[in-house]
């Protein structure tokens, strides 16, 4: 007697055990499937490490990337600089050389006191 499983049900039974197939039937039970083409297909898609490799064939991926709409969705709100500061931030650079830096500018500083003090 040969049991007909629709894919509704073999699809209930996979949702059912949380993705185990298999789980649901005794091996009574799957002996006696008419494993036709379509519900062989169907049964193993959910088990592959269980499948024979020759009933599951993966499609090529036809597509990989596409800039669609990209550009038109940029020039929305306008493409922008990015805002640039008269001084940019010295937060990250070398201690020695902010040091350095902070020094010369005292220096140059009292310099031009001294030339105008002098002039």
């Known amino acids: 007697m040969d ?30 499937f008419k494993w036709t083409k379509s519900v ?5 898609l ?15 991926k036809s597509k990989n990337h596409t800039a669609h709409n990209q550009n038109k969705k940029a020039h929305r709100n306008k493409i922008q ?8 931030s010295l937060k990250g650079v070398d201690p020695k050389f902010r040091r350095n830096a902070r020094y010369a500018a005292q220096g140059s500083t009292k ?8 002039a």
Do not use: Q, W
């Open 3 to 32: 049991v007909l499983l629709t894919r509704k049900e073999i699809r209930n039974h996979y949702l059912i055990t949380g993705g185990h197939c298999r789980s649901v039937f005794s091996l009574r039970e799957l002996a006696k």
């Open 40 to 44: 062989k297909r169907f049964f193993f």
């Open 46 to 60: 959910f088990n592959p490490k269980e499948s024979p490799k020759s009933d599951i064939v993966k499609m090529a």
């Open 81 to 88: 600089r990015p805002k640039t500061n008269k001084y940019h």
């Open 111 to 118: 310099a031009i006191r001294e030339a105008k003090a002098s």
